[in-house]
């Protein structure tokens, strides 16, 4: 089992930067894939980035290529979403995924293990 949480999170202007962080605590960390998921109000959870066991395969939908990036630290046992040229239709809370898998789980169903969440909010 896999324990997250979630880190980073804040309040950005237009064009601005911000560095999330996952937590994990647990033994099966560095066999876990990990996603970053967003869910603004009124909307449902929608994935941004996902990473394998080993951080080799990335997954990113089109909202979230050339602007967030997804790597993992497995001796630090701690995911990370950089996220650059935010635009404030980007604020909503984020959330870390885990699962047992050894492949990139694309969907939240997918996953099995959730952190508390971490705002973002992006001014114009």
């Known amino acids: 089992q896999v324990q997250l949480v979630e880190s980073g999170g804040g309040s950005v202007q237009a064009g601005g930067s911000l560095r999330l962080s996952c937590a994990a605590s647990g033994r099966t960390f560095s066999s876990s894939a990990m996603g970053w998921f967003r869910q603004a109000p009124g909307e449902e959870r929608e994935i941004v980035a996902a990473?394998?066991?080993?951080?080799?395969?990335?997954y990113y939908p089109d909202v979230a290529k050339g602007r967030f990036t997804i790597s993992r630290d497995n001796d630090k046992n701690t995911v990370y979403l950089q996220m650059n040229n935010l635009k404030p239709e980007d604020t909503a809370v984020y959330y870390c995924a885990a699962r047992w898998s050894l492949v990139v789980v694309k969907t939240a169903l997918g996953y099995d293990t959730w952190g508390q969440g971490t705002q973002v909010t992006v001014s114009s």
């Open positions: 990473i394998n066991w080993t951080g080799d395969k990335t």
